[in-house]
Every structure is written in structure tokens, then in C-alpha cells.
């Protein structure tokens, strides 16, 4: 990972640490796989991505796309395999992920943090909830603990942080405090449905999101233009 992040920043590529990785970072999680980074969607900084994981000796992981600035602006993720001790990082990249607006904007709310590795470009918390909204259940444990560290950085919250945290919290024990807080009083039942039907609507809208985004990785890869897995991006610099 050090040496990634490294290699990033000598090639001076604009990006932002998301996902797992960033959650572990703001204590809001304990675990993640993989290394996920938002970059700066344009044809000089995916030029600068592909020398960075050049150097650092990186493969095509997985339905990765042909690195071209139209898969990017239209969402897709390219996937790679960074040798590494005692394992090697598997890094996901992204150009124009769903929920955040523009790479610009999100840069300018970002934090610039030291890590283990290195300092690091950090999406900022409520950026990092909005990606968070996912087909998967566990992100949204992780959302509820990304609401408690903003709440945290905050002693005496304002009526708005405390409607985006009450808005953003999807456990019981923690969403109806901050509504009562806020002169709402629900019961633990209602409160329990009202999180359960917001949190099927947002994996409802994750998967349509992705839906056409499948259908053409689909096609790509019947036509067999999918980056081959297992190829050494140092042979897409050339």
C-alpha cells in the first residue's frame, strides 16, 4: 500500500482515498480487501495513473474496460493487482462514481491525511456516506459510524448536522436520539420500519445505477474487448 501511494504521488495523480480503505482511515470500520481511489476524470491524469501502477509492476484484475476517458466518464471501474509483501493490494479505481457530483467539487471538501502510508487525499465524510449507499447491507453499519465520527468532531451540533445525521443513520439506537433531539419522537417500531424501507430504496437505486453500467461490460466482453486479465499495465503505456 505504501508503495502505491507512493507511486501516486510521484506521478502527482489527482485522486481521493474511498471506500473501505477510507472508513478504516476515519475509524469507522475495521476491515476492507481491497484499495478503492477516486481519480480526476480526464486523459492527462488516467495517462498518470497508468505510469504510477506501471512502476509499481501492476495486472488487469478483473472486467476492466479498455482505459479510454469515455468508459471512465461514463462510471465504469477499472481493476487492477498491485504486487506487494507479505500480499499483494487489489486496487479499484474509479472515474465518476454515483452520488458525489463532480471530482472537482469532492476534491475541495477532501481532507489530507497521514496514514501508515504516506498522506493521503481523503474524501470527506459525507462524500464517503453518499458512496456508501450500496446494494450491500454492511456499508450501511458503516454509514451509522461515519455519522458518529462527523457527530464526534462536533460537541454542540447545529440543527442541520443534526438532520443529516438522523437522515443518515440506519440503526434504531442511534437515529431516534437525534430525532428526539431534533423535537421528533417516533416510536422504536416505526423508526425500525422507516430504516429498513430507506434502506431498500437506496440498494434499489445502487443497482439501477449499475444495471446499464453491466450491460456494457456484457458487450464488451462478448465482443472480447475487455482488458485481458492478468496483463501488465506497463503494455498499455507504450
Not at 70 to 76: L, M, N, P, S
Amino acid at each position: 500500500m505504501r508503495r502505491l501511494i507512493r507511486a501516486f504521488e510521484a506521478s502527482d495523480l489527482a485522486y481521493l482515498l474511498i471506500g473501505g480503505q477510507a472508513s478504516i482511515v476515519y475509524g469507522a470500520a475495521t476491515f476492507s480487501e481491497d484499495v478503492d481511489v477516486w481519480i480526476e476524470p480526464s486523459r492527462a491524469n488516467l495517462g498518470r495513473l497508468l505510469a504510477a501502477l506501471a512502476g509499481c509492476g501492476a495486472r488487469v484484475y478483473k472486467l476492466t474496460p479498455p482505459m479510454e476517458l469515455r468508459h471512465a466518464r461514463r462510471g465504469h471501474g477499472f481493476h487492477f493487482v498491485v504486487p506487494g509483501r507479505p500480499l499483494p493490494t487489489y486496487l479499484d479505481v474509479m472515474c465518476r462514481p454515483p452520488r458525489v457530483g463532480s471530482f472537482r467539487a469532492a476534491s475541495g471538501r477532501c481532507r489530507r491525511v497521514d496514514t501508515p502510508w504516506g498522506e493521503v487525499p481523503l474524501v470527506s465524510i459525507r462524500d464517503l456516506v453518499e458512496l456508501k449507499k450500496t446494494r450491500r447491507l454492511s456499508d450501511y453499519e458503516v454509514i451509522s459510524n461515519l455519522v458518529l465520527v462527523r457527530l464526534g468532531e462536533r460537541p454542540k451540533p447545529g440543527p442541520a448536522l443534526l438532520r443529516w445525521a438522523a437522515r443518515n443513520s440506519f440503526r434504531v439506537e442511534d437515529r431516534r436520539p437525534l430525532l428526539a433531539r431534533l423535537g421528533e419522537a417516533v416510536t422504536e417500531s416505526q423508526c425500525r420500519r422507516d430504516i429498513a424501507t430507506e434502506i431498500a430504496r437506496l440498494q434499489a437505486d445502487d443497482i439501477a445505477h449499475w444495471r446499464s453500467r453491466l450491460a456494457e461490460l456484457r458487450e464488451l466482453r462478448a465482443s472480447r474487448r475487455l482488458l485481458a486479465e492478468g496483463l501488465a499495465v506497463r503494455t498499455l503505456t507504450r
